[in-house]
T-cell receptor
Framework: LAKTTQPISMDSYEGQEVNITCSHN???????ITWYQQFPSQGPRFIIQGYKTKVTNEVASLFIPADRKSSTLSLPRVSLSDTAVYYC?????????????FGSGTQLTVLP | DAGVTQSPTHLIKTRGQQVTLRCSPK?????VSWYQQALGQGPQFIFQYYEEEERQRGNFPDRFSGHQFPNYSSELNVNALLLGDSALYLC?????????????????FGPGTRLTVT
């Protein structure tokens, strides 16, 4: 499975909105886009998933344009505890391939 | 409701030894996947077990093997340890098998086992 492309790192300040963009030019028709968050020495935690348009939950929003070649994770009003690595993944929805393919992720650092 | 649990938390082994890591999936989950995460890298898929069989395998040598028990718990075994096997080993569980028809499949990760090979 092809990996996605996302910035290596981002800095933000408390209370700001953070947008992390992910590129997935070769996304397949059956692929979903999934975002995970990982704190040091912990396992990744599912944040949000979408196929197209906009998805919102209590943690974040995910914007996927019509061509689905990119997606943007939006974190509203970040706090220091949002400092973590954020992974954008393609997730195959058909067939027997169920593994998640992680890239290096985006290290988000929230500053006071 | 307990989430995914893994044991041990930390482990130190020497080169050439063998190691067994254990994972108990989240209640109600039947599929277990194992990942290796080197320092500063994203997790890399090792293999996945469903119905006590290995269903998918990543690019890892045969030194890495596993097992799933009838209660859905799983073990990861690594033989002939190398220094490069030092990593955080993550177990993830999910509630559907490999052939789910929608994309709602979500994996829950455990805290991992930190393996150090000296």
């Amino acid at each position: 499975l092809a990996k996605t492309t996302q910035p290596i790192s981002m800095d933000s300040y408390e209370g700001q909105e953070v947008n992390i963009t992910c590129s997935h030019n070769n996304i397949a028709t059956n692929d979903y886009i999934t975002w995970y968050q990982q704190f040091p020495s912990q396992g990744p935690r599912f944040i949000i998933q979408g196929y197209k348009t906009k998805v919102t939950n209590e943690v974040a929003s995910l914007f996927i344009p019509a061509d689905r070649k990119s997606s943007t994770l939006s974190l509203p009003r970040v706090s220091l505890s949002d400092t973590a690595v954020y992974y954008c993944l393609r997730k195959v929805s058909s067939g027997s391939a169920r593994q998640l393919t992680f890239g290096s992720g985006t290290q988000l650092t929230v500053l006071p | 409701d307990a989430g995914v649990t893994q044991s041990p938390t930390h482990l130190i082994k020497t080169r050439g030894q063998q190691v067994t890591l254990r994972c108990s999936p989240k209640s109600g989950h039947d599929t277990v996947s194992w990942y290796q995460q080197a320092l500063g890298q994203g997790p890399q898929f090792i293999f996945q077990y469903y119905e006590e069989e290995e269903r998918q395998r990543g690019n890892f040598p045969d030194r890495f093997s596993g097992h799933q028990f009838p209660n859905y718990s799983s073990e990861l075994n690594v033989n002939a340890l190398l220094l490069g096997d030092s990593a955080l080993y993550l177990c993830a569980s999910s509630s559907t098998g490999p052939n789910t028809r929608d994309g709602s499949y979500e994996q829950y990760f455990g805290p991992g086992t930190r393996l150090t090979v000296t």
